[in-house]
């Protein structure tokens, strides 16, 4: 039911509104309309907020508004709706006599759960937002995000760190799902939105849009179906050669699909032709949310991949090998290191060092190893990624120590600090060595998981960089950096 | 070098000694020698602790004697050895001459940089252990931990919660990251070794005394070569016949199998032989610590499967579909629900659920649906096992809450505590519905990864449940849990 936009939809009005009208807001704090009023507010929107509510009243420091019609004319671009269905079409046409151009409706009851009644309140949303020539999210969707704003414009948490990452989800529950990801990593979000129903703007609208949208560097979509295969490939296509397009695709097996079909109403799809169509379109397709947060963090942050090569740099051989494994079925390449390089890496690394790739300085570092050598291997032309594994690791036990009975001592509490000074300079190392190379350097350590605090992964985070937990996602993540570089290369 | 032990060797003085001596202790905080005593002091291991140092003198509250043969005769069972690999054989018989049965060597220099003295050195341990009649752990391993004695005996963190998953790995930080993973989930450790060289006591024999150990209830092993393949594919064997054994193999690829020669000189095997016989051994295998870690949690805290079905119970529909998705590549089936569950899931869900499986309830929960639907569907003898997805979301919205500026009002605080005491509950619910009725309950979410004070995830890690963060890494764990079941029908 997508509505034929011969060019793309203009989505300002929803994510860059100079107003913002809760229509439907409600008293109860369980309630969607009580909910998105103080996400709004308490996420620090800086554009003007008005409420309605049939009975007016002061709303968390809001004057409520008995109908949108009352909202000075031209003082907000979006309406958010929490009206029960059958209002909602009252609500749009005030809404559009008062300038509002765009629309985000949190009410069900538009035919998701197939009753007649619903599907012509859906045929009529449709219907409208031609004639009043308004964007219209939802219905039935959670919300949305755009940190730009800081626009919290949904029921639910979290308010994600501001960032590249733009999220477009056919489910209100992992869109939140990638914002709790970008929360964990620090990797950051642009926009995110719920499309719920798409009954007027579907996941292509949104693609399109974000294609353009200079707060987006990297694009994340998670759907079920599309409403037209064509028009989606064509879309992905174009925003793929302006950013890179990570999808998930729901309901790819038997089962699934069923479950897509009760969910969000999707058809299966055969899903060997969605796969070649995306990597046709340029887009990276990964199985769940955390992989593709994770490929959306690497392309967001790093330039694409000039060719397969990565070298490890590990301070823990099994970490190593278990990483070989897991790139042993991508197409990446555990170099071989040149022998100019090898010369370069036995001045600055200890003697007992593998003499190879991974590069294990087997507990050997020394107060500049590991920043030289990252630096090093990132700054050489056969060199097209860099792995950095191990870090955290003297912090993980400098943790011991500052939680133990000896905490208060000098020596301990020096040599805790050293620690942690060295993993904060393995973590700076990284940022820099990458940002004045160009070569994508990744770190891998579960720790990231077990003690979010460790200087080492902390610091990555406060940098906005990933910090993968285990091997096959850092490989996965390379993965996409590598098929990005390729697509750019050959398109 | 394995010793051809006629029978399991006794590691009850290595695992549970009745004293310790940390041979070769160091007065600098940066030394195996210092952190090793500082961990098993600080850690609070309640047995004698002893220090050896050439100069004698007081560390951490510790009188050090200058020699391991005036440790007192009989009051040591274990010693760590920290001192340099050729003054190893002097401390190992002045230990046994003060009746020391069991060593620990952190000490390299045996062999594993490839050089004759210190394959000589390794040699010699062998005789040793032999001569002088004690099981010796090492060389260059990181150590070891037994919670039943809060023994903390390694110069690395973390010290994990006490439970009964056991730990061996040919690599420290590996052995370190399943223990990091046992800190993020609360599924505790009983036992961890890190075999280092692996001299003397190889894999094989530590899995073969923890298969008899009461404190362990699963093992988790990390290798990346056997010495005897007979010889371990018999102690898997038994071990599975007693408890899980989970196994991470590094080294299948080519390029992994020359990582593993430079990490522990293992040399490569063909990897389809290798699973073939760790399948008919009735181990799982998984291909990190991550992923073994979660099955090893499955196993360690629920029955065995007693078939492939599953529902999902979801307030989430996205996380259903990609689940559905990942378990078509799995054994298990999103089972049919028959008609006598539905016709009770009728009774105690919202009338908008799915009417089928999964079983979402599409937000119409109210204050015992979800509870009532956990006891249903485990105690229904069709249910093989119960898949939790959506916990915490509420809670997730509620953390905006709580730390928004509207946090003191009293509405505020009632939805908020509402929210938390509902997602404790349903944790609550998985605990007791799964102990009753011996059915497996799994939950998943990646709030436990953004979230992990989040009152569901946080429920289940105070009750030692796992909580998984991908819906992959869910269907791994049923899929072990699975297998466990019908390798015990079968075998």
Not at 1 to 22: C, H, I, K, N, Y
Not at 93 to 112: D, L, M, N, Y
Not at 211 to 230: H, K, M, N, Q, W
Request: aromatic share 6%; glycine share 12%; charged share 15%.
């Amino acid at each position: 039911m997508t509505l034929p936009f011969s060019q793309t939809a203009d989505l300002r009005p929803l994510f860059e509104p100079a107003g913002v009208v809760v229509a439907g807001a409600s008293s109860h704090p369980g309630k969607f309309g009580f909910a998105v009023l103080h996400n709004i507010i308490t996420c620090g929107y800086q554009g003007r907020v008005f409420a309605t509510n049939r009975n007016g009243g002061e709303l968390l420091g809001i004057e409520c508004l008995t109908s949108v019609a009352e909202v000075p004319a031209g003082q907000a671009d979006l309406v958010y709706v929490c009206v029960p269905a059958a209002a909602v079409a009252q609500v749009l046409r005030e809404a559009a006599s008062v300038g509002i151009r765009a629309a985000f409706i949190a009410s069900s009851g538009f035919g998701e759960g197939q009753d007649e009644q619903g599907a012509a309140h859906g045929l009529e949303l449709a219907t409208l937002a031609s004639e009043l020539g308004m964007v219209i999210a939802g219905p039935n969707g959670q919300g949305l995000v755009s940190t730009p704003v800081s626009l919290c414009a949904q029921f639910v948490g979290p308010f994600p760190p501001a960032g590249g990452v733009s999220i477009v989800s056919q489910s209100g529950n992992l869109a939140s799902g990638a914002m709790n990801y970008a929360t964990a990593s620090g990797v950051g979000v642009a926009r995110a939105i719920s499309a719920g129903n798409a009954t007027c703007l579907g996941v292509d609208d949104y693609i399109a849009w974000l294609a353009d949208d200079p707060a987006t560097t990297t694009i994340l979509a998670y759907l079920e179906g599309v409403a037209d295969a064509r028009r989606f490939y064509d879309t992905v296509k174009a925003a793929s050669a302006r950013k890179p397009v990570v999808v998930v695709k729901g309901g790819t097996s038997d089962d699934g699909a069923r479950a897509a079909a009760s969910h969000t109403g999707s058809l299966a799809t055969n899903d060997r032709i969605f796969d070649g169509m995306l990597r046709q379109a340029g887009a990276w397709r990964s199985p769940d949310i955390g992989a593709a947060f994770g490929a959306a963090a690497a392309l967001a942050v790093h330039q694409p991949m000039q060719g397969p090569n990565v070298a490890f740099l590990t301070t823990a051989g099994g970490w190593g090998v278990l990483t070989a494994d897991a790139m042993a079925q991508s197409p990446l390449q555990l170099m071989e290191l040149p022998d100019d390089l090898m010369a370069s890496l036995d001045e600055v690394l200890p003697p007992r060092w593998s003499q190879g790739n991974p590069i294990d300085v087997a507990g050997g570092e020394t107060r500049d190893t590991i920043p030289n050598a990252l630096h090093l291997l990132a700054a050489h032309p056969s060199v097209d990624g860099v792995l950095m594994l191990g870090m955290g690791i003297q912090s993980n036990t400098a943790a011991l120590m500052r939680g133990g009975q000896f905490s208060q001592l000098d020596d301990i509490d020096r040599i805790c600090s050293f620690h942690e000074r060295q993993d904060r300079r393995y973590a700076e190392a990284i940022v820099e060595a990458s940002a004045t190379t160009g070569t994508p350097i990744l770190a891998a350590t579960e720790l990231a998981l077990s003690n979010p605090g460790n200087p080492g992964p902390a610091t990555l985070r406060e940098h906005g960089h990933p910090c993968y937990t285990s091997p096959t996602d850092a490989v996965a993540a390379f993965a996409a950096l590598y098929a990005r570089g390729r697509h750019l290369r050959l398109s």
